[in-house]
């Protein structure tokens, strides 16, 4: 979508908003698949209600990208603008055991600044890619632990409310890859309660989890993580594995050979090569087992 509203441009400045023509999607996910739109990166967060209001006026639709590890984008002139936020200096702030941490950081250098600063818990997530906010809103897990085990609040634009807000966490819910977020919502910033520990101790643990997923998964090649949510009790990734779909193929969308539940982009897939493998894998664990996968990696669609 290309914005050409010479009123609207001219807001962006006094709002804090640097606007960026024709941005690919394709390059800023780590499937690298997706087409071009316009993408509005927001210096000042204060300003989102304002901006939205803006754009609601005109009618353009917007999404929110993180760091884009959790993303599978339709091919083309996308039919939405992008909004993402810029990352705040410092992104970090420790206070005893509380840090306040801007949604735009990257998660695995959060969880090692808070590990040099004695605050562990986190180990789990050190080669999640993304960014804090899509954590959040994923409720992003690995071995064990999950995100908002550790959230004491969340400050947020409401969609409900067209304002920015501060959530406790007794008023969220964050279950496996789900979060009680309204999809409209922006995480903005989180303070997170860590547990103290030695130093030595977190690397310890940092370095185990990163030893398995170098050993289980295909860090090398363009995916988005695990395609699939884990059904309750099971696993889609052995359930693949099992039905021998290792190595299938549509176009250049192909099942890993190394983790099942990885699909990746092995040249130049489309987001319908993509799509169609997830269909065909989809209708093969449901005839086979009768489970119904659900997606993990959030499609957005033409
Ligand atoms: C190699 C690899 C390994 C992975 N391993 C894991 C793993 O072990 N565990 C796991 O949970 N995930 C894993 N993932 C998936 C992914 O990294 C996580 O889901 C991550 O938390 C997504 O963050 P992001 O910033 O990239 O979000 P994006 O991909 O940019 O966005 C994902 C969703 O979050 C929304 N979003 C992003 N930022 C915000 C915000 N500030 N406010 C509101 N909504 C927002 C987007 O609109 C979208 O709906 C892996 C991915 C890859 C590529």
């Known amino acids: 979508m290309k914005i050409n509203d010479a009123t609207l441009l001219a807001l962006l400045p006094e709002l804090g908003v640097e606007h960026e023509a024709s941005v690919s999607l394709a390059e800023m996910t780590s499937l690298g698949i997706g087409g071009v739109t316009d993408l509005f990166l927001i210096r000042r967060?204060?300003?989102?209600?304002?901006?939205?209001?803006?754009?609601?006026?005109?009618?353009?639709?917007?999404?929110?990208?993180?760091?884009?590890?959790?993303?599978?984008?339709?091919?083309?002139?996308l039919p939405f603008v992008v909004l993402q936020l810029a990352k705040p200096e410092p992104d970090v702030v420790i206070e005893g055991n509380v840090a306040t941490?801007?949604?735009?950081?990257?998660?695995?250098?959060?969880?090692?600044?808070?590990?040099?600063?004695?605050?562990?818990?986190?180990?789990?997530?050190?080669?999640?890619?993304?960014?804090v906010g899509g954590a959040l809103r994923m409720n992003a897990g690995a071995y064990g632990i999950q995100?908002?085990?550790?959230?004491?609040?969340?400050?947020?634009?409401?969609?409900?409310?067209?304002?920015?807000?501060?959530?406790?966490?007794?008023?969220?819910?964050?279950?496996?890859r789900h979060t009680s977020f309204e999809p409209d919502d922006m995480?903005?910033?989180?303070?997170?309660?860590?547990?103290?520990?030695?130093y030595d101790e977190i690397l310890k643990g940092i370095r185990i989890c990163n030893e398995k997923r170098r050993s289980s998964q295909p860090l090398g090649q363009k995916s988005a993580g695990c395609i699939f949510k884990n059904p309750p009790g099971g696993s889609a990734g052995r359930m693949i594995d099992e039905l021998g779909l290792k190595g299938l193929s549509v176009g250049d969308a192909r099942v890993s050979d190394r983790h099942a539940n990885f699909f990746v982009n092995a040249g130049h897939a489309s987001a319908a090569d993509m799509l169609s493998l997830i269909a065909d894998v989809r209708?093969?664990?449901?005839?086979?087992?009768?489970?119904?996968?659900?997606?993990?990696?959030?499609?957005?669609?033409?």
């Not at 449901?286 to 959030?298: I, P």
Request: proline content about 4%; hydrophobic content about 45%; some cysteine.
């Open 187 to 198: 995480m903005l910033t989180v303070k997170l309660e860590l547990p103290p520990k030695p």
């Open 101 to 131: 941490i801007a949604a735009a950081a990257d998660l695995g250098r959060t969880v090692t600044f808070c590990a040099k600063q004695g605050l562990g818990g986190m180990e789990g997530l050190i080669g999640v890619p993304g960014t």
């Open 283 to 302: 209708e093969r664990v449901r005839a086979a087992y009768g489970v119904t996968l659900e997606n993990e990696v959030v499609v957005w669609s033409a």
């Open 45 to 77: 967060d204060a300003s989102i209600p304002e901006l939205i209001r803006q754009l609601d006026l005109r009618a353009i639709r917007h999404r929110f990208l993180g760091g884009g590890s959790n993303l599978l984008v339709a091919d083309g002139e």
């Open 147 to 176: 995100i908002g085990s550790y959230v004491r609040e969340v400050r947020l634009y409401r969609a409900a409310t067209r304002s920015i807000e501060t959530l406790r966490d007794a008023q969220i819910s964050f279950e496996y």
